[in-house]
Each structure stands twice: as structure tokens, then as C-alpha cells.
């Protein structure tokens, strides 16, 4: 995996489409798969308290909305109105290294996010209840 080369240039998710593609600043793009996001939204919600993210099936995978959290990550929106997932940009950066190179199906089939990401995951949740308290 790649260093994280800071925030993206530019994101592509239109109305419908069932990819997510992002533009980093070092010049590598991401597909990723809105069902990818949406499997693994990092909320405490979705995850729970145990420290780690895995591959939640099964939930509304439409996009509908996409808001910044500050300048480190965004909030995204699905279709059945869910949207306590805030997504770092890193950890979006990551998610698209691991669908780049494991694919699609592989990555939902993981039990787990790697250890990496986990670390990740629970400044993620940090953030999740700052935001929350706002
Ligand atoms: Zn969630």
C-alpha cells in the first residue's frame, strides 16, 4: 500500500453511479465501489466498540449525499438516510489501495479490515463523537 499522499484532488460520484472515483494529489485515482463505502462505514453504529471494521452486508448502497468534515474527511449519505459514517480521507485512501489491489469481491470477503486501517478506524470513531457533540 501506498503512502497516504495528503487530500484528494478531486471526487466523481454522480447521481446514480455505483462507483465512488477519487484523485489524489501524487496523481493515482481510485474506483471505488459504493457498496465497498457503505460495507465498510466506519460507525460506531455499523462496527461497534470492538476495534474493528468489517464488511457490514446487506444496507442501502445509493449514494445521496456527500458532505466535508472540515478539511480531513467527509460525510456520506445512503439511500435509507444512514450518514453517522465520517470517512477520513485517509481512510478512503485506503480503502481504494485495497480495492485496487484485491478487487471488489475479495475486499467485501475480508473478516476484517487490515491492521493498518484499524488504527485508523478508532480515530475514526474519535472523530464520529466529536462531530456528533457539535
Ligand atoms: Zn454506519
Redesign the pocket.
Known sequence: MNQYPGAPTGIKAPHGAKNFDISWPNGEEHRISNAILRGY?P?A??QGHGGTISYQAGHDSSLIGIEAVGNYALQLTWGDR?D??IYTFEYLWKLGELQASLGEEALSSLPALPETILIDGQHLYHHHELVSGL
Open positions: 462505514c460507525c453504529g455499523c444512514h453517522t459514517g
